[in-house]
């Protein structure tokens, strides 16, 4: 593992001697070792079953989405199907990621104990475990509409580019953002077979809602990723990270006012924005360069965020029926 500890850009801050172990899988403390046979785990973390947040983050702004597609409440099979897409499509990129990055991940301390990276599982494994989760993706696509279809395969290169994009740009995040708020699209797509441009919209607030927390997220690896030659948006923002990523919240929420006015949201929707708008004014104060471990905590944060822009489509429109 690489020692970062010396000769960093004093720019984005220093880790000391005592900084907390930053890996973000411990095979031997989670609930995939409690409870899954022994054989499953290694499946169980590529997939980041065992790191459930992402998938929230994913599936949350989709649903979201319905909500104001359906105008009320979606119908189950669609929350069913969407939901099993967001999870089974966060974990298709997963794979992907630690396909490409598993000569990478061994040599950064947040990503080592990664099932490719530590030798738990073969590469041809894991790639059969990712036809196999792509072949259900198939499946759920027969619950689509025609135009809902398209816009599925056309995520697919999106999701398997991502991985890729750091070893050339410094803006991966804003790749990763697309790909992850697809299912919003879809939404509007499979529920009306139209995406009209408020829907759009609030789709490009969720892109860059992501691009800033997930470079909150990035600046975790920030020392590592220099020492590497990769790129990411927490190099390319390097000390200024505070004033960016505060750009990227403002814009969202600028998006998300705009986007719940041109669908026509009821006023309340407004009122759980404000207050959104709050929370990411909290993150901004928080965050710090120097505490890596913070800004784990303020990743995991936009879980509420998630829940929030839920909760003003719900009452957009169903609590203001």
Known sequence: MINSRSDQDPKLGSRAADTPDLSDMRPADDWVARWLPPSWGPYARLCRLDRPVGTWLTLLPCLAALVQAADGWPTVLRIIVFSLGALLMRGIGCCFNDIFDRDIDKQVERTRFRPLTSGQLSLKNALWFVLAQLLVCALLLLALNPYSRWLALALLPIVIVYPLCKRFTYWPQVVLGIGFNWGMLMAWSDTRDAVPL???????????????????????????????????????????????????????????????????????????????GIHFSWQMRVFSLARPDRNFMLFRSNMAVGIMLLLAALAGTVAAA
């Not at 927390?213 to 000390?239: E, M, N, W």
């Not at 600028?254 to 759980?272: E, S």
């Open 198 to 276: 408020g829907a759009v919209a609030m789709w490009m607030g969720a892109v860059l809602w992501q691009v800033g927390y997930d470079s909150i997220y990035a600046y975790v690896d920030v020392h590592d990723d220099q020492k590497l030659g990769l790129r990411s948006t927490a190099l390319r923002f390097a000390d200024k990270g505070k004033a960016w990523i505060s750009g990227f919240y403002i814009a969202t929420i600028a998006l998300w006012i705009y986007g719940g006015w041109a669908i026509q949201m009821n006023w309340p929707y407004f009122l759980v924005i404000a207050a959104i």
